[in-house]
Each structure stands twice: as structure tokens, then as C-alpha cells.
């Protein structure tokens, strides 16, 4: 065959063999996508709405006939603004649903949706997921801070909203909320809930009913809530409607508390913060000596974010009922304060003790318990502060009560840290070379003394150099009408007063070889006019007082590079730091005599003196480890004895005054010694002595030993032991001897008992008389809620506090 007809032979078949191929590739498109398995594939339609659908899969396929698009192994759909992420997808592109299953994910600008079986329509952005069949069964919303799990979700994207048919969980912040058919829109924050079961870090309840109002707030119908985590809780607070503000506050209306099935109060009207850590309710039963029987009762209220307190609800065996009202308040831009309130009408039934046995021997009951005639009694107290701005504050404070005593009888522990205070105001301006006050103190109480300033200007002028010489000024200026009053009687001394403080101080150093050693010199005069003395004698007179002395110290100090633990001693190198300092102070005699003036304050009591200190401080310094990375300094011995040098005395008396001396021993986290104490060398004995001692471990138990001395008028010892048994029992004992008298003049036994969501404490008081004799004797039993960590402490004394005993009820 010729050559020529062979190529022609040869181009028809050629020919023949690519028309084939075309044609079978013309009739399965789909055969050209994702046939390698090891490469990605990607494809593309469009729905009816011209809208495309992008599928990204490991395989993808594509089924003509049937119109449908198949991906499988790392599968998403990107359709408008919605992305579906799952294993295995499968597109119906005529009826635009897609199913999907394993690992699926469906999101949409913040909304996001997980499951494992999806069912869900392109164009309508409709779908029901659910979970697995096996396993954890969880499908999971999230919007925001919103979370909401079920095993069903049925979702519109269109309008962002859930609805769960089945049982449901939904979390926001620290909130948890379960319950049934929820209905959820995310845009709004809106939804209702049916047999809900709520809780947070505090609180947790039921209700048949739940709407969730907007962003802040749900409402809980017919429904009640609890610190107790139990399914029967041991109390709770019932009412038709509760408004739990998220993060913020719950609020009802027309409460009624259970405790158990008992109801046992009611009131209108109940608010509770979720940030305020306080109990809701404090409750102290017992017996007391002077009050009988009482139950005392602190129910706390929140009316607004601007206005909360406690209502006091006593009563008293021999004193009758006494409430109270105690109020915290905000005034938004103009600062805030605190109300505090109280007024009973006293009935005393209470017999003293020496009137006992004749009453006793007698067999006259009667007249033992007759009603003497009631006496009002009351206090009142408010404060206000306002800080103006970051350099000006405003403060005002007013008190008043019916008697002296009446403080001490039944708030002792504000008497003991106040026992006379005082109605005063004063506004402050800082700045950095002054300050400017203004003041004003008013007499409230007529059986008080007290200095009246009405009012009182003043500036101080901050310690700052004179120009750059070295050279630096302090002043004070203060000017004052005042009215010096005593108590119970029309009797008073008043005068106006100018008083003038200049200072001026040159710090240095020793010159030469000397010049490790400050030196700081200074000089002072006070001039203070007085517009009388105090009898009226002389009028418009100046009195001058002039000061001079001078402050000298030197440092020394060596490091130790050392580091270990000796005898469980934590040391982190040592550095030993030696200050020996002296100072000298010199006052001339007042132009005129102290007892010319009317006494008002230390301004008027200056007299002549003229003296030297010397004192050597002391300290052992290392560092101990502070959580992983830092390191905090601490002294493990600090020690400062300190002594007066009088230049001139009077005849008979000594130069040398008594040794002070401050010591301080630390050498574990758990166990400190503090001491203080004044010794007389020339008796070669101490004056007074001040020894505080604790050791510890941790929360489990501590034991506080003090010691206050002073010469020939007291020696007490006092004790305080705590110790933690288990997680529902603890105990404490407290006592207070005085070694002179052989008396123990206090002691208390406390026991703590963990009831799930209440705290108990039982405890048991004692008081003797210096002749051995029972003062009072005081049993008592406190109820708090164990939620409330801020107020239901296992409190116990420690160290320097070790000497003032908490005292609920007051002393006679």
C-alpha cells in the first residue's frame, strides 16, 4: 500500500479515537472532578435564584440526573453568608436542602452552630441539627456570650433564631439555665423557657415558666430561689415573679421564705445583689445576763444600684423590741455615705444583782419582773463623702444618741473603736505645694466634752526647697473660733485663735571624712493669737513659742549571698542593715503660761523642753518566693531600742529616760513575735511590756498568746486557740487572766458547725468582776449563709487584736 495512503489510514483513525473521548466526556461531565483523592476539588452552581454554591471537599461529585452535588472529607459550602462545614455533604441543588454529617459546623456573622446530622435549606436558612447517636448526643449554639446545648436545634438564620423542642441548657456569663422548649432569637436576646432550673456561683432555683426580656434580664414565673444545692433545699425564697438581672441584681416582689415546707416570713419587696457578697440574712439567738433571752436579726435590702442596707429586727427578754434601719447611699456625681439608725422603747426588767436575794427571800416574783416605766433610747448616725475631683474632697459626718451609755450597752464594738464621736465637716483641697481645709465641729451630745470650731480655716504649706539653696519651708496656718465645752454643764471657755507654724530645715551632710553621716538642722517659731485667756483677763494677745534641734542618722549595711533553708528558715541572701540615728530637740518657754490659755488642743499645751534621742535600728533582711517568678521582701528580725537624754531636770530627777524598745521576729510565714516595751534601768524593771505571739498552719489551726503589762496596775495574759477538726466542725477558745487579781476576767468557748448552706456558731461568755465574781455571763448562736464568704468567717483574734475580744451584745 502506498505511503500516502497508510498516513491517510493513520489520520482517520487518530481522528475516530479523540472524536470517542470527546463524546464520553460530553456524556459524564462529572467524571473530570475529584477523582484524585489526593487533591483538592472544587465546585460551583447555581440555584434557581441565580445565587452560586461553592463546594470545597477533598472529593466532590457531581450527579446530573438527580441534580446534586456530593462532597466528601473536609466539605464546605459557602452559600450567600452562610458557611457549612461538615465530613460528608450532600447538595439537592432543585430543592436547595443539604444534608450533612459528621463534624458539622454551620456559621454566620457571630452565629455559630455545631453538631454531628444536619438538614438544612440554602434559600430559606432553615435547619434541624442534631447529635450523635452515641456519645455525648450535644449539639451546641453560640452567639456572643450565649451558648445554648441540646440534642436538637431547630434554626432560622434569616431572623437568627433557635428553637429547642427537647430538653436545653443555655449559658451566658455566669449563668446556667436548663430547661424545655426554648424558643431563642439572638438579635434581641430574647426567649421563653418552660420547667427551668437556673444557677449561678451563688444562687440557683426552679420555675414552671421563663422569659428572657432583652440583653440584662430574665424573668422566672411562679418560681424560687436558694443558696442550697440541694434537690429538697433546706430554705428558699418563693415568689410569682422573679427578675434575676444577669451579673447584677435579682429582684421579687411579695416574698415568702421557706425553710423546709414551713413558710416563715413574708416581705413585699426583696433585692439582692449578685456582686455584694454579704448575706442576705444574719440571725443571733441566746441568753445574756442584763438582756435575758434575745434573738437579733440583720436583713439586708437593695432597692436600687444607689440605695442598700440592712433592717435590724431585736428583741430582748428584759428590753423589749428595737429595730433599726442602716442604709448605704449614692448620690451619682455627688459621692455617697452610710445611714445608720436605731430606737427601741426600753423596758427593764432586768433586777441587779444585789436586789436578787431580796426579791429571792421575799418569794416576790412579781415585783422581780414588774415593767418599770419604758424609756425611749435611740442613735442615729449619718456620713457623706464626696471627692469633688482628684485634688478636692468634701466629708461630712453627724451623730447623735439618747445617752452615754447607750453605745456601750448595744453597739460595743463601734463604742470601742469610738467611744465619743463627733459631728464635724470639712472640705479639702490638695495641691502640691498646699493644703486648703475649711472645718466645722459641733457639740450634738450634751454629756460629752468637747472643743467646738466654728468653724476652722486652715493651710499647710508642703516642706519645699527655697529656690536652690537647700534650704526648705514648711507652714501652717490655721485660724478658729472655739468653744471649749464640758460635759453636763453650761460651763465653757471660747476665744478666737490665729495660730502661725513656720519651719525651716537645711538637710546635709557631715563635711570631709564625715560625709556618710545626714545631718538635718532645723528651726521653728509658733506665734498664736488669742482674742482672750481663759478667764477673760487679758484681751488680743500674742503668744510666741521658738523651736531649734536637728536629725542625724548614718546607714550601714553588708549582704549575705547566701541562700537555703535552715531548720525550715526560707532565705533568699541576707542583708543586715544598721541605722543609729540622734535627734535633739529644743522648745524655749511659751511667752505665756499654759495655764493662761484655754487648753483647746495641743497648740495650747506647748511647754519648755530640751532633749536628746538616740536610737539604733536593727534589721535582718532576705526575701521569700512569692508564687513562681517574683520574690517579696520581708524582715525576719526588726529591732529598735530607743532612749531620752534630758539636759535640764529638776532636782532629784534623772537625765536619762527610760529605754523603749520595738522587736519583731519573723522567721516563718506561720509563727511572728511582736513586742514592745518601756524599761526602767535604774529599778532594773519594765515599766510596760506588750507581747504578741502567734503560730499557725494554714486554716487548720492557730494559737494566739498576749501579754499587756504595766507596773503595779495590770498583768493580763490572754489566749486564743482555733482549731478545724474536719470539714464540718470547728472550735475555738478565748481567755483573758489577770495575774494580779488571780481572776480570769474573760473566757469564751465557740464551736462552728457546717450545716451545707448555713454556717452555725454556738458560743459561751464569761465575764468576772475583780473580786472573782460572775459580771456576765452570755450564750449565743448565729446563723449566717455559708454562700455569703464575705460575712461568714470563722473569725478568730490575732496577735495586737488578740486583747480586744469581739463583743456582739455590749458590757455593763
Known amino acids: 500500500m502506498p505511503f500516502k495512503t497508510y ?24 467524571l473530570s472532578y475529584a477523582k484524585d483523592e489526593k487533591s483538592n476539588a472544587s465546585f460551583s452552581a447555581l440555584t434557581d435564584s441565580k445565587k ?8 466532590v461529585e457531581y450527579f446530573d440526573e438527580q441534580n446534586k452535588i456530593v462532597g466528601q472529607g473536609n466539605v464546605k459550602i459557602d ?42 435549606f440554602l434559600t430559606t436558612k432553615k435547619g434541624v441539627i442534631i447529635g450523635e447517636e452515641k456519645g455525648e448526643n450535644k449539639v451546641e449554639s453560640f452567639y456572643e456570650d450565649v451558648r445554648i446545648v441540646s440534642k436538637r436545634i431547630d434554626f432560622d438564620l434569616a431572623s437568627n433564631v433557635v428553637f429547642v423542642p427537647d430538653e436545653v441548657e443555655m449559658f451566658e456569663g455566669a449563668l446556667w439555665v436548663g430547661g424545655r422548649n426554648l424558643s431563642y432569637d439572638f438579635n434581641t436576646k430574647k426567649g421563653t423557657f418552660s420547667d427551668i432550673k437556673f444557677k449561678d456561683p451563688v444562687w440557683q432555683g426552679q420555675a414552671p415558666l421563663g422569659e428572657k426580656i432583652n440583653e440584662e434580664q430574665i424573668n422566672f414565673t411562679r418560681g424560687y430561689m436558694t443558696t442550697c444545692d440541694r434537690e429538697k433545699p433546706h430554705y428558699r425564697i418563693q415568689s410569682r415573679r422573679i427578675q434575676y438581672y444577669i451579673g447584677e441584681k435579682v429582684v421579687a416582689k411579695n416574698i415568702l421564705i421557706f425553710v423546709g415546707k414551713v413558710p416563715l416570713l413574708y416581705f413585699p419587696y426583696w433585692s439582692q445583689s449578685l456582686k455584694d457578697k454579704r448575706s442576705m440574712v444574719t440571725v443571733i439567738v441566746g441568753h445574756k445576763k442584763t438582756w435575758g433571752s434575745f434573738v437579733l436579726t440583720a436583713w439586708k435590702y437593695h432597692l436600687n444600684d444607689n440605695f442598700e442596707g440592712r433592717i435590724h429586727l431585736d428583741q430582748r427578754e428584759y428590753k423589749g423590741f428595737a429595730s433599726g434601719l442602716d442604709a448605704d447611699y449614692k448620690l451619682p456625681g455627688y459621692g455617697g455615705g452610710k445611714i445608720k439608725t436605731y430606737y427601741m422603747n426600753e423596758r427593764d426588767k432586768y433586777i441587779k444583782s444585789n436586789e436578787y436575794e ?11 419582773y414588774e415593767i418599770t416605766q419604758e424609756r425611749e433610747r435611740y442613735r442615729g448616725q449619718l456620713k457623706y463623702r464626696w471627692d469633688m475631683d482628684y485634688k478636692t474632697l468634701a466629708i461630712v459626718e453627724y451623730n447623735k444618741v439618747h445617752d452615754i451609755d447607750f453605745m456601750k450597752e448595744y453597739f460595743y464594738r463601734e463604742y470601742e473603736k469610738n467611744a465619743q464621736p463627733a459631728t464635724q465637716g470639712y472640705v479639702t483641697r490638695a495641691e502640691e505645694n498646699y493644703n486648703l481645709s475649711l472645718s466645722a465641729q459641733k457639740r450634738t451630745q450634751h454629756f460629752y466634752s468637747e472643743v467646738e470650731r466654728l468653724p476652722e480655716l486652715a493651710l499647710n504649706m508642703t516642706s519645699r526647697e527655697v529656690g536652690e539653696t537647700n534650704l526648705y519651708y514648711a507652714g501652717e496656718f490655721v485660724a478658729a473660733n472655739l468653744n ?20 525651716l530645715k537645711y538637710p546635709t551632710k557631715l563635711p570631709g571624712a564625715l560625709d556618710w553621716i545626714n545631718f538635718t538642722p532645723y528651726t521653728a517659731t509658733r506665734q498664736t493669737y488669742y482674742s482672750k485667756d481663759t478667764f477673760g483677763e487679758r484681751r488680743d494677745f500674742i503668744r510666741g513659742v521658738h523651736y531649734y534641734g536637728f536629725g542625724s542618722n548614718a546607714k550601714f549595711y553588708r549582704i549575705f549571698d ?69 520574690f517579696e521582701s520581708v524582715d525576719l528580725i526588726y529591732l529598735y531600742p530607743s532612749v531620752n537624754y534630758i539636759h535640764r531636770v529638776d532636782p532629784g530627777g534623772r537625765h536619762f529616760s527610760s529605754i523603749t524598745n520595738q522587736l519583731n521576729i519573723k522567721p516563718y510565714r506561720w509563727l511572728y513575735l511582736e513586742t514592745s516595751s518601756t524599761y526602767n534601768q535604774y529599778q532594773r524593771r519594765f515599766d510596760t511590756a506588750k507581747i504578741d505571739f502567734s503560730v499557725s498552719s494554714d486554716e487548720e489551726w492557730r494559737v494566739t498568746l498576749g501579754k499587756r503589762y504595766d507596773r503595779d496596775i495590770s498583768e493580763l495574759i490572754t489566749t486564743d486557740i482555733f482549731y478545724k477538726i474536719n470539714r464540718f466542725w470547728q472550735t475555738r ?30 458560743s ?45 451584745f455590749g458590757e455593763e
Open 52 to 59: 452560586p454554591v461553592v463546594v470545597d471537599a477533598d472529593t
Open 733 to 762: 477558745v478565748y481567755g483573758r487572766y489577770e495575774t494580779y487579781t488571780r481572776v480570769w476576767e474573760e473566757y469564751e468557748y465557740t464551736i462552728f458547725r457546717d450545716l451545707h448552706c448555713w454556717l452555725l456558731e454556738i
Open 764 to 808: 459561751y461568755n464569761l465575764k468576772n468582776k475583780p473580786d472573782g465574781t460572775i459580771r456576765d455571763k452570755t450564750f449565743w448562736l448565729i446563723f449566717r449563709l455559708k454562700a455569703f464568704p464575705e460575712e461568714t468567717p470563722i473569725t478568730y483574734n490575732m496577735g495586737r487584736d488578740a486583747m480586744k475580744q469581739q463583743n456582739f
Open 7 to 30: 498516513r491517510y489510514v493513520f489520520a482517520c483513525c487518530l481522528f475516530a479515537i479523540l472524536l470517542g473521548v470527546l463524546l464520553v466526556i460530553l456524556a459524564c461531565p462529572a
Open 562 to 630: 547566701v541562700n537555703g533553708d535552715l531548720l525550715g528558715i526560707e532565705y533568699n541572701r541576707l542583708r543586715h542593715i544598721l541605722t543609729p540615728s540622734v535627734q535633739y530637740t529644743y522648745i524655749h518657754s511659751p511667752t505665756v503660761p499654759t495655764e493662761k490659755l484655754g487648753a483647746f488642743d495641743l497648740v495650747d499645751s506647748v511647754s519648755r523642753a530640751n532633749y536628746f534621742t538616740f536610737g539604733l535600728e536593727n534589721q535582718v533582711q532576705t526575701k521569700w518566693k512569692k508564687g513562681k517568678d517574683s
Open 484 to 503: 471649749k465645752k464640758t460635759a453636763d454643764t453650761d460651763a465653757d471657755t471660747d476665744a478666737n485663735r490665729f495660730n502661725t507654724y513656720n519651719e
Open 79 to 120: 452559600y450567600e453568608d452562610v458557611r457549612l462545614v461538615a465530613d460528608y455533604v450532600q447538595v439537592d441543588m432543585k430543592t436547595q436542602e443539604a444534608q450533612a454529617q459528621g463534624n458539622v459546623v454551620v456559621t454566620q456573622q457571630g452565629t455559630k452552630i455545631t453538631g454531628d446530622k444536619l438538614t438544612y
Open 358 to 368: 431580796e426579791y429571792a427571800a421575799s418569794g416576790n416574783w412579781d415585783k422581780f
